[in-house]
């Protein structure tokens, strides 16, 4: 695929020191706010100070946002759907910048791009996508009309992309193309499963989360709500069960057997347990408490096996079941029905110790379940990264996706990857795709619950019918 041109840059004669920029925008959830001032210019990162003029604001429901545009801009602008959840109260005004920094290649490559730090820190999928949309307007009323809109999300980033263009889809949508990259795409309802089955299991074995003296607490909270547990002491309790901090030969031969039944039966990295403990224990708090103090979760048939005792495993880890109203709030509130109308290109790294590469196959077969496939073509890279992959990649997938969407062309796996050397001469970040390669299926890598082998987790008919209900889903 040829590498798009950029173009004269166009008038921004919206661009006036006195205008005002903000706006209400249609159909964000929650209550209104103040019109949004409007945005200041900022000192750009480093790498891009000679090359963009950069602006920063909170829109009129208080989520900080950043935007750059380049000198040389070539019509086309990137929205940022950022990853997490972060777990503040509020609106992290530092959140956008350091996304403008770590993804700056887009605005090298002449795209406008705005990303939103969301209106408050916490799990909430529709409110993120609301809060991007939100910025999108914004940036249209101040900046004027980009020629071409594109949509990409990272991790959960990557979640909230794909729940972006299905709720502001359609024959008028006003994004005319997704990339998804390292994205947590089998949703929310199930997409934590294997968290949930972390939660358990870590516990059937260290009995220290909680400890015995500790209050008492259903596993599926993640914590109690009045501990005052930090990151901190969670790594501590961690490290005296399985030693995962110090080198083998320090650990005694109880955390060794700790650690390798934990890591065989949840099928988990060593490198990233502890990041994963902790958004079974923080994050899960954090969905629970907005979902009603009820259990989303549930692991009452799941068959546990890869340890040294699968039997006692089995008997004695506990058990629990999902509340189907919380599911379903959780569902609402994250799954993708599939329903897509533009093109969609993902990217994701085969070793993503994180959200793993079978994410992408939950989202094939929810795209394949809406007949919606079409849109879609999944690239993968041989990394073992789940934050940030290669610049020369990301600034290849953009453009291929720019290119399908100009000109109707539906890249191939070949080539995007043929198509990367072009620019790794620029960037000099390596190319590692590996247009052969298609992950197995969820259910290979995360145990299945009853009933919950088909795809979408959420169709197209069950979003409608919920959202006649009233109340459901999570509140922004």
């Given at each position: 695929m040829k590498r798009l041109?950029?173009?004269?840059?166009?008038?921004?004669?919206?661009v006036t020191a006195g205008c005002v920029a903000g706006m209400l925008a249609a159909g964000v959830i929650g209550p209104a706010r103040p019109a949004a001032a409007t945005p200041g210019t900022v000192a750009c990162p480093a790498d891009l100070a000679a090359k963009a003029t950069?602006?920063?604001?909170?829109?009129?429901?208080?989520?900080?946002?950043?935007?750059?545009?380049?000198?040389?801009?070539?019509g086309t602008l990137v929205m940022h759907a950022h990853g997490g959840p972060g777990l503040g109260d509020e609106s992290d005004p530092q959140r956008s910048g350091d996304d403008l920094e770590r993804w700056s290649v887009m605005v090298d490559e002449g795209y406008a791009w705005a990303g939103s730090a969301y209106r408050r820190g916490g799990y909430g999928t529709r409110m993120a996508a609301a809060d991007t949309e939100s910025l999108r307007r914004l940036f249209t009323e101040r900046f004027g009309r980009p020629s071409t809109t594109l949509i990409h999300g990272q991790s959960?980033?990557?979640?909230?992309?794909?729940?972006?263009?299905?709720?502001?889809?359609?024959?008028?949508?006003?994004?005319?193309?997704?990339?998804?990259?390292?994205?947590?795409?089998?949703?929310?309802?199930?997409?934590?499963?294997?968290?949930?089955?972390?939660?358990?299991?870590?516990?059937?074995?260290?009995?220290?989360?909680?400890?015995?003296?500790?209050?008492?607490y259903p596993l599926w909270m993640g914590l109690r709500e009045d501990s005052a547990m930090t990151g901190a002491g969670l790594r501590a309790r961690l490290q005296e069960c399985t030693g995962h901090a110090?080198?083998?030969?320090?650990?005694?031969?109880?955390?060794?057997?700790?650690?390798?039944?934990?890591?065989?039966?949840?099928?988990?990295?060593?490198?990233?347990?502890?990041s994963h403990l902790s958004f079974a224990t923080f994050t899960f708090?954090?969905?629970?408490?907005?979902?009603?103090?009820?259990?989303?979760?549930?692991?009452?048939?799941?068959?546990?096996?890869?340890?040294?005792?699968?039997?006692?495993?089995?008997?004695g880890v506990e058990r629990f079941s999902a509340d189907a109203s919380a599911r379903r709030d959780l569902s609402y509130d994250s799954d993708v029905t599939g329903a897509v109308s533009v093109p969609v290109l993902t990217m994701h790294a085969i070793d993503d110790p994180t959200a793993f590469?079978?994410?992408?196959?939950?989202?094939?077969?929810?795209l394949e379940g809406a007949h919606r496939d079409r849109h879609l073509v999944q690239t993968f890279t041989q990394e073992g990264?789940?934050?940030?992959?290669?610049?020369?990649?990301?600034?290849?997938?953009?453009?291929?996706?720019?290119?399908?969407?100009?000109?109707?062309r539906k890249p191939t796996p070949s080539s995007v990857a043929a198509s990367c050397p072009a620019f790794d001469s620029e960037h000099g970040t390596g190319c590692y795709f590996r247009p052969d390669h298609r992950p197995a299926s969820y259910a290979s890598r995360v145990a299945p619950r009853a009933g919950a082998t088909h795809w979408p987790a959420m169709t197209r008919a069950q979003e409608r019918r919920w959202s006649r209900l009233g109340d459901v889903g999570i509140a922004p």
């Open positions: 041109k950029p173009r004269s840059r166009r008038v921004l004669s919206a950069c602006y920063a604001g909170q829109d009129s429901h208080g989520a900080h946002y950043t935007v750059a545009i380049p000198h040389t801009w070539n959960w980033g990557g979640n909230v992309a794909a729940k972006t263009i299905e709720m502001y889809g359609g024959s008028r949508s006003p994004y005319d193309g997704a990339l998804l990259t390292n994205g947590v795409l089998a949703g929310g309802s199930r997409g934590y499963d294997y968290r949930v089955d972390l939660r358990v299991v870590y516990q059937y074995y260290c009995q220290n989360h909680p400890r015995p003296s500790e209050p008492s110090s080198q083998p030969a320090d650990r005694t031969p109880l955390q060794q057997r700790n650690l390798d039944d934990i890591l065989a039966v949840t099928k988990i990295p060593e490198r990233t347990l502890e708090r954090d969905i629970v408490r907005r979902v009603g103090l009820r259990s989303p979760f549930g692991n009452q048939h799941v068959r546990y096996s890869g340890s040294h005792d699968d039997a006692a495993l089995n008997a590469v079978e994410h992408e196959a939950a989202y094939r077969d929810s990264e789940h934050s940030g992959l290669s610049a020369s990649e990301y600034a290849t997938a953009v453009s291929a996706l720019s290119g399908w969407v100009r000109t109707g």
